[in-house]
């Protein structure tokens, strides 16, 4: 049982491309309720479920109380955008490290449907600062965006330093809603 259909969108975009594999360690940006990191746990066995298969590490952030589940740490109450919970975060990864960085954030929606857009493409822009201090060379990125003007600009920033960006459109997304995903694969991290 999941908490929330979000999982569904997971599910299809991880079967399609095998994001997570047994071992990884993950970072869920946006975490609450927690669906996608039920999903990563499953996936990169983090509570141990399959003792014959390698044990990753799940790492779930979000503004709001993310209940606890077995598999996943959480940092309820943090801001992703904010450098002191990116601290906290490195203590929780092994090797400080993530293969993957998984977001479904999303602000507010103010009904306002360009300066929503904005709002989330800023958000998704810091993951591009997160992903310099915490994914791993050739690490992935999967992020939600709203579709609209500023759309290039995160899908450039993004293939700036990942070698492969893809747009995605899950089934289980609402046809009418500008709600996407960037799926950024092969990160390089860049050369200080
Ligand atoms: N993927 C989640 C699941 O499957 O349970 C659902 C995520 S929900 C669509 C979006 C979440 O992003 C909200 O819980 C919201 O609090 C969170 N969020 C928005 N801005 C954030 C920020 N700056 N830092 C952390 N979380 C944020």
């Known amino acids: 049982n999941f908490r929330c259909r979000s ?3 997971l599910l299809e975009i991880d079967d399609k491309f095998r994001l997570l594999q047994p071992g990884f360690n993950v970072v869920d940006c946006g975490a609450a309720p927690g669906a996608w990191s039920q999903v990563a746990v499953q996936r990169v066995n983090s509570a141990g479920t399959d003792p014959a298969l390698p044990r990753g590490t799940v790492v779930g952030i979000d503004l709001l109380y993310i209940p606890p589940l077995d598999g996943a740490h959480f940092l309820s109450s943090q801001d992703v955008t ?3 919970t990116h601290a906290k ?3 929780l990864l092994p090797n400080r490290q993530a293969h993957v960085m998984l977001s479904d954030m999303a602000p507010n929606a103010s009904g306002f449907r ?8 800023t958000m998704c822009l810091s993951l591009i600062d997160l992903a310099e201090k915490v994914l791993q060379p050739q690490g992935s990125l999967l992020c939600k965006y709203w579709d609209g003007i500023l759309t290039r600009r995160l899908q450039e920033k993004l293939s700036s330093v990942f070698g492969g960006v893809r747009t995605l459109k899950p089934q289980a ?10 799926l950024a694969t092969m990160y390089r991290k860049p050369m200080k």
């Not at 360009?114 to 493409?121: G, N, P, Q």
């Not at 997304?173 to 960037?182: G, L, M, N, Q």
């Open 89 to 91: 975060l490195l203590e």
């Open 173 to 182: 997304s609402r046809k009418d809603s500008a709600e996407r995903y960037f």
């Open 82 to 84: 904010d450098p002191s």
């Open 7 to 9: 999982a569904f969108k």
């Open 114 to 121: 360009d300066m929503d857009h904005e709002k989330l493409i």
